[in-house]
């Protein structure tokens, strides 16, 4: 079992210490300390992410106040207390319990302590990230965690770029961090997957309604005809090219150390000028992380890394592996959000949002970690 | 100590699980009046009978309160995680069957496997500001669905019973149900997804697999087990 859960109140001291001292180091190099609740408001979190957060979440309830939720995460409260008023830019760091819900394994932690600090700074997005990135570093030396790192706006540049209707795109784009969903509509796009055979025949139908029952529900008519004039629409577009296709399959398939990602990474880019600025963007971190003392011949880069599990990063990913552990999750992790504030800048009157940039880090797995080296040394 | 053997409390399922038992020689029944909750075993020493709601045998069977239980394969994958983990299949019994699938209103035309709702609820949402309503009981099932194809920008929203009528009712656009033979959802002007099917399930005999024994129990289930021809 996970530290912190059915362990001796010695060894949950230890983490709590270690939960402090990380946050102080943080607050050492310019973060304010902040608290946030533990109830969220559930709704905020649903628009987010969807269903699928009630897999992953606890949900409780009252009469007065509706759904609540226990805190997955710091990043969405932090956001949300930044856009109602914070003063620019800031820098936050917060340690404190998060739940997740566990239905798959039940060796996983559904309750552990998170040390984490955000960055709220438009002036040097590089700089942010290369800043956060040696923070994390730095907290978690000595453990002898491998980085691995990634860029998703790499993928939604290339997305945003193809050469076809802006309705294609969007649909590309909101199935970003699905990778099985977005595979079929590229497929589909493409013109390589088969069209179902009920699709045709509505698309040739002269009366699509001809077999529909009577009117019900919510969903109006004039919807499922918008609808079918979108699929027509869609049926005369011509194919996404086997080109472009190809190069989004060179991007998924970067995978190296930094240098050597950004050289692939710019020659994929003569041929696909729209990620241009995404991989100069790229260039000026890795120029900013070498700034900061980071080796970045041997940093591993992935195109799609974090795609299917850290949906909220738009930018730069990273996380922190126990490399002789590969049964613990991540040690530490974080990345860039630019779009989850300007979601959450909407209610607060900030639609424009604010570039920010973030990490977090388990102390349950650092003084797990920790005991094991201590006690090998 | 005995072995104990959960079955549905009352219904068709009741009587159907009653006479299986009872083809293989294994008498069930009530211990005494129509109301009563108490059951009789004959045919077999050992052997406990308990009434209890189809919806509860799933946990009786995980916590090891019952060693045997007959249920619907909807209600253990839907209460149970890692079902398979923590009870075992034994047989099929061969009624009770039902399908999970998902349906929506026949009047949407343009709307006939997962693809289709997922774009139909992506642009639903941008005009109600809401996400698209499922009505469902099978919360889990549904969600675990929904979330292996990839679908978004839907909700489930709990129905209890009446499923069928929450979208004429306009408290869903869609829903999530049991049906046998569709019949019900044809009548409320439904139609089932062609790529809807969430799962096959039937009356079905589990075995707990964290149920304390003893020896003589032991014994008593490997019997009882063989002359159900099922081991």
Not at chain 1, 328 to 343: I, Q
């Amino acid at each position: 079992m996970a530290v912190w859960q059915g362990h001796s109140p010695e060894l949950r001291a230890q983490v709590r210490a270690c939960a402090a001292r990380l946050r102080d180091g943080f607050a050492a190099s310019g973060a304010v300390p902040v608290e946030c609740p533990i109830l969220l408001p559930a709704a905020t979190l649903l628009d987010l992410y969807g269903e699928d957060i009630r897999g992953r979440a606890y949900v409780t309830s009252d009469a007065l106040r509706g759904e609540q939720m226990m805190r997955p995460d710091f990043t969405v409260p932090v956001v949300q207390m930044h856009m109602n008023g914070g003063a620019e830019p800031a820098r936050y760091t917060y340690a404190g319990e998060v739940f997740r819900r566990q239905e798959e394994d039940e060796a996983r932690a559904n309750e552990y302590l998170q040390a984490g600090v955000e960055i709220f700074d438009g002036a040097d997005p590089a700089g942010a990230d290369a800043e956060v990135f040696a923070l994390i570093r730095a907290a978690t030396a000595g453990l002898s965690l491998r980085a691995a790192t990634g860029d998703i706006g790499i993928l939604m540049a290339a997305v945003g770029g193809l050469q076809t209707s802006e309705a294609r795109k969007a649909a590309l784009m909101r199935h970003i961090w699905r990778p099985r969903r977005f595979r079929s509509l590229l497929d589909r796009f493409a013109g390589r997957a088969e069209v179902p055979p009920t699709r045709a025949a509505l698309l040739a139908a002269a009366d699509p309604f001809a077999a529909a029952g009577p009117q019900l529900g919510l969903r109006s008519r004039e919807e499922v005809e918008i609808r079918i004039a979108a699929l027509k629409a869609d049926a005369d577009t011509p194919p996404v090219s086997d080109r472009e296709v190809a190069l989004i399959d060179a991007i998924l398939a970067v995978r190296e150390t930094l240098p050597f990602a950004l050289e692939h990474l710019r020659d994929i880019a003569v041929d696909m000028p729209s990620i241009s600025s995404a991989v100069e963007g790229l260039a000026a971190r890795a120029q900013a992380l070498e700034t900061r003392g980071v080796d970045i011949a041997a940093l591993d880069f992935e195109a799609a890394y974090g795609r299917t599990h850290m949906e909220y990063y738009d930018g730069f990913v990273f996380g922190f592996y126990a490399e002789a552990r590969p049964d613990l999750p991540p040690v530490a992790s974080g990345g860039r959000y630019d779009a989850l504030t300007r979601v959450l800048g909407r209610s607060a009157g900030r639609p424009e949002g604010i570039p920010a940039v973030g990490g977090v880090v388990r102390p349950g797995l650092v003084v797990e970690l920790g005991a094991q080296i201590g006690g090998e040394s | 100590m005995t072995v104990k053997l959960g079955v549905p409390s009352k219904g068709r399922l009741m009587e159907k699980t009653f006479d299986w038992f009872g083809e293989r020689g294994i008498e069930l029944g009530r211990a005494g009046s129509e109301r009563e909750y108490a059951g009789r075993v004959g045919g077999v020493e050992g052997v406990e009978l308990v009434l209890l709601s189809a919806g509860e045998i799933p946990r009786d069977l995980a916590e090891g309160r019952i060693h045997l239980g007959v249920t619907g394969t909807d209600l253990v994958q839907e209460k149970l995680a890692s079902w398979d983990l923590r009870v075992e299949m034994l047989a099929e019994l061969g009624f009770g069957h039902a399908d999970l699938v998902l349906a929506v209103p026949s009047c949407w035309a343009d709307v006939d496997v997962l693809d289709d709702l997922d774009a139909a609820a992506a642009a639903f949402r941008d005009r109600h500001g809401f996400r698209l309503r499922i009505a469902t009981k099978y919360h889990r099932l549904v969600r675990d669905f929904l979330r292996d194809r990839g679908v978004a920008d839907y909700q489930l929203v709990d129905s209890q019973g009446a499923t069928e009528g929450t979208v004429k009712n306009e408290t869903a656009e869609a829903i999530a149900d049991i049906t046998s033979t569709g019949e019900t959802l044809r009548a409320n002007h439904l139609k089932i997804m062609a790529d809807g099917l969430i799962l096959k399930s039937q009356a079905t005999l589990y075995r707990s697999r964290s149920a304390a024994m003893t020896d003589a129990d032991r014994a008593v289930l490997s019997g009882l087990l063989e002359r159900l021809a099922v081991d």
